[in-house]
């Protein structure tokens, strides 16, 4: 049986899931400052954003098992720091 971990934090926008379509739109994917304490600057993250159109999301950092996948990326923006 698997966890699964919600963490939230503070964002410019407000998450909105769609569960008929199973969309989730407002999602923070990358913001200034990492867990890991890393800084990322404006144009940084101007820079990624289209990096991530298209990626696949999984349920951990630890793991990239096929079942492990629960959707991807599209329409990524900058907002605010993130």
């Given amino acids: 049986m698997s966890n699964l971990l919600e963490y939230q934090l503070q964002s410019p926008r407000s998450l909105k899931v769609d569960r008929e379509t199973g969309l ?10 990492s867990r890991n304490k890393r800084i990322y600057s404006p144009q940084a993250l101007s820079d990624a954003a289209g990096l991530y159109e298209g990626v696949r999301v999984f349920l951990g950092h630890d793991t990239r098992l096929y079942q492990d996948c629960v959707g991807t990326v599209h329409n990524t923006s900058v907002v605010g720091d993130s």
Avoid at 27 to 33: E, H, I, N, Q
Wanted: hydrophobic share 50%; proline share 0%; glycine share 20%.
């Fill in 24 to 33: 989730v739109s407002g999602v923070k994917v990358l913001g200034s400052v």
